[in-house]
């Protein structure tokens, strides 16, 4: 931040302010990433390096205002500034004069030795993959981190520095036998001082990565028609993420475009479920300090026992709603400007062990891992993909079931669970709604009265 005196981003942070907008800020971001790809034993993408950039912002009503450079000049800067178009009204107190923390610059934890290191543990653990089976034709292992710094000072009078790491790897191994061809995928992560792969053992992930996909291709074609599901916390929380989360987000809500528009106070779902969204989980992937707009991450109930309690604001939504801040307006980077995002969405926990869920189904089918899908969030519908399921008959799990989806709304889905679990799992993500940022969501095991399976 050497470039940006604090003289610099006064005067700044006031030519915005002069625009009488409703709010103005100044978001820095300084960030340092390390990424490779690698595909059947090839390095096929290596990635590094630092980059930094600075985004001006103000919005005044529903019209946001935002301009954004990697050129620290005052020129630039206050040319940007002064070139954003003016809004109409009153104009709001100047800020107090900003008074700079400490330089913060990018400590590079990973050398370049640790770097080698890394790709020839990946290389490895790739060709051990390759060895277990002539039916594994394609593997495909990627390491991800990336430290930020960031600095940000607004019309409000706050100055927020925060200093970001996510760290995570995916394996995903393609299987085939003659016409079979099935896919099996893990990617764990976690966010603050520790690096992945010391939390998580790669040689373990892609063992179970390999098993899956070479166990799936002795599936069986799944039964179609409508059924119980028994989705289990392994399955991750992608139906509460993409069936319900985006519902939740409240730019959706002020569009008018979500199936959950004018529900607070009402009972959505089935009073087992409590669904949450909490971005102070330590070591989450999705987890952080403070949102891209300086206001503290916050644990926010969002369905109480079945019962609609909140959305999910940025600055400029809660102030269209007149709701309170949640701590949810997230970007990408500087070159984005915030809007309503999830962070770690999960359902909470009850009481019951999967395997008392499991013994109460008579035919039915248990998702164990989610794939792809696609969610209509004006009315809820979903197509999800199942990568690994199982026919469940008299309380029994029988056999792994292949090209199986699930064809659902996600509202309905929410009012029929009728027993839920106490084996929540974390699944990391990148969630893509307008760009992409770090997010996890969970469930636990859960027994859905019936959804409808779609076959391939």
Not at 87 to 98: A, E, L, N, T
Not at 173 to 190: C, L, R
Request: glycine content about 8%; overall charge negative; some cysteine.
């Amino acid at each position: 931040m050497q470039d940006l005196s604090k003289e610099l981003l006064n005067e700044i942070l006031d030519t915005l302010i002069s625009k009488n907008g409703d709010y103005s800020d100044i978001y820095y971001q300084d960030e340092d990433i390390f990424t490779f790809t690698i595909e059947n034993n090839n390095v096929k993408s290596l990635k590094t390096g630092s980059e930094r950039g600075i985004n001006l912002r103000y919005f005044k009503g529903d019209k946001t205002f935002s301009s954004s450079s990697s050129d620290f000049s005052g020129d630039v800067l206050m040319h940007m500034a002064k070139e954003m178009p003016a809004s109409f009204g009153s104009s709001i107190s100047k800020s107090k004069k900003i008074i700079l923390p400490s330089e913060v610059t990018i400590q590079d934890s990973i050398s370049n030795s640790k770097r080698e290191d890394l790709i020839s543990q990946f290389l490895s653990c790739n060709e051990v993959i390759r060895s277990k089976s002539e039916k594994i034709v394609q593997s495909t292992l990627r390491y991800m981190t990336s430290i930020s710094n960031i600095l940000l000072v607004n019309s409000k009078n706050e100055i927020v520095v925060d200093r970001r790491k996510y760290s995570r790897f995916i394996v995903q191994v393609v299987a085939q036998d003659g016409s079979i061809i099935q896919t099996a995928y893990e990617g764990p992560g976690i966010t603050g001082c520790d690096d992945v792969l010391s939390i998580v053992d790669l040689s373990e992930i892609a063992d179970r990565v390999s098993e899956r996909a070479l166990m799936m291709l002795t599936a069986k074609p799944a039964p179609t028609g409508r059924m119980p599901v028994v989705l289990m916390g392994e399955a991750g929380g992608t139906m509460v993420h993409e069936a319900c989360g985006h519902s939740l987000e409240a730019d959706f809500i002020y569009k008018g475009t979500s199936n959950l528009k004018d529900k607070i106070g009402k009972k959505v779902a089935s009073e087992l479920v409590t669904v949450i969204d909490d971005a102070t989980v330590p070591g989450v992937y999705g987890s952080y300090e403070y949102d891209d707009e300086g206001v503290s991450a916050k644990r926010n109930v969002l369905i109480e026992n079945g019962i609609l309690k909140s959305y999910m604001t940025d600055r400029l939504s809660a102030g269209l709603l007149g709701l309170e801040l949640t701590g949810n307006g997230r970007r990408e980077s500087f070159r984005s400007k915030p809007v309503p995002r999830m962070s770690n969405t999960f359902i909470e926990d009850r009481h019951m062990l999967a395997e008392e869920i499991v013994d109460t189904v008579d035919h039915g089918l248990l998702v164990k891992k989610m794939g792809g899908g696609q969610v209509n969030i004006t009315n809820g519908d979903f197509v999800f993909e199942i990568s690994e399921g199982y026919l469940i008959e008299k309380g029994k799990v029988q056999y792994p079931i292949r090209g199986a989806s699930l064809i659902g709304n996600g509202i309905e889905v929410l009012q029929n669970i009728e027993m839920v679990g106490n084996d929540k799992v974390f699944m990391p993500g990148i969630c893509g709604k307008y760009d992409h940022v770090p997010v996890s969501d969970a469930q636990p095991t859960m027994r859905i009265t019936g959804l409808t399976i779609g076959g391939s």
